[in-house]
């Protein structure tokens, strides 16, 4: 999992950096404690000083920003109020009372002190190499969009209202899937985090960590998602005659629907919010194909459907082969960011 401390605790202090330089260097930081911390600071012209604070009650007297230490991990003081805290945690804005404050504060500090010119050491080259790098990610996305509305039109995908709201399911479950792919790789994603926590917090976590978010361990249904809804799109955009066998595909997803909302409700008793919405978005495909009329045109089967099964048993073996790859290694302890409150 990312730790997103290092480079907020220096936009907090407005301190000129690069997150993903910033990340790395935090990252591999040889000591894992405050000392490797505060001599990391120093190389951004930041000098540092801990304190601990026997007097819970002078905490207005500090100037933030700061790192406070809780129970739970260090955390951003932003702003300190009449009646509240403001913190960053993982890059999210939180409030708290005052009181409720101090109560989970241990009372240690880390103040820092920027330098007049402090900024990431060759932070030029660094900006200029984001700049390049977010180019090339927009132009990625914007012939990603040419190419799409190409096949949209072209194939006369636009012509069947049902498959217009196929085509936004499908994207809408490609993204949902795509943040689960992410989750349970571990990687931190703040539009994950945002959207886990609407039903419960913490709920995404302790699903994905049941034995039952895998198929016997080999594929995790995350990338199992994944490749059903990418395959899914690019059928439709390419072959829209395939319709009657994604439809028929569909209909083989939704009995999966129903035990995964049983297991979440019954055995995992959490709700994943991501989970949740994947299982609502196959229900609302399914409602495309039926409004389309497209499940009446699945028999006598053809080849193309199983060539279709063949296609998604490809990619899953493919994306199951790449995050195996690229999924990133436990790091090491660090000091970290959490949310004080439970």
Not at 309 to 318: E, K, N, S
Request: proline share 5%; hydrophobic share 50%.
């Amino acid at each position: 999992m990312r730790n997103f401390l290092l480079s907020d605790f220096l936009s907090a202090l407005s301190v000129p950096h690069t997150r993903d330089y910033t990340d790395r260097r935090f990252g591999s930081m040889p000591f894992k404690s405050l000392f490797g911390l505060s001599k990391l600071l120093e190389e951004y012209g930041v000098e540092s000083e801990g304190l601990f604070m026997r007097d819970k009650e002078e905490l207005s007297r500090l100037t933030p920003p700061f790192l406070a230490h809780t129970p739970q991990g260090f955390l951003i003081v932003t702003a300190i109020g009449e009646g509240n805290v403001q913190y960053l945690t993982q890059g999210v804005a939180e409030n708290i009372p005052l009181q409720e404050f101090r109560r989970v504060w241990d009372g240690n500090v880390f103040l820092a002190f920027p330098s007049p010119g402090a900024a990431e050491p060759d932070y030029a080259a660094h900006a200029r190499m984001r700049f390049f790098g977010r180019a090339k990610k927009v132009m990625l996305l914007v012939l990603a969009v040419l190419l799409f509305a190409w096949l949209f039109i072209t194939n006369g995908i636009w012509r069947h209202a049902s498959l217009i709201l196929a085509t936004v399911c499908d994207l809408l479950g490609l993204g949902l899937t795509y943040l689960l792919v992410q989750k349970s790789m571990k990687i931190k994603s703040r539009a994950a985090e945002r959207v886990c926590g609407v039903l419960q917090e913490g709920g995404c976590d302790t699903v994905l960590e049941t034995k039952a978010s895998s198929f016997f361990g080999i594929f995790s249904w995350s990338e199992v998602g994944f490749t059903y809804f990418s395959v899914s799109l690019l059928a439709l955009l390419m072959f829209p005659s395939a319709a009657p066998w994604l439809a028929a595909c569909n209909v083989c997803c939704l009995p999966f629907t129903v035990w995964s909302i049983w297991y979440q409700k019954f055995r995992a008793k959490a709700w994943c919010t991501l989970c949740v919405s994947v299982q609502a978005t196959l229900w609302l495909l399914f409602a495309c194909y039926i409004s389309g009329g497209w499940l009446r045109e699945v028999f006598p089967l053809r080849a193309d459907f199983f060539v279709l099964g063949a296609t998604y048993a490809f990619v899953l073996l493919l994306i199951n082969t790449l995050t195996r790859v690229l999924r990133p290694a436990a790091p090491a302890d660090a000091p970290s960011t959490s949310d004080p409150v439970k």
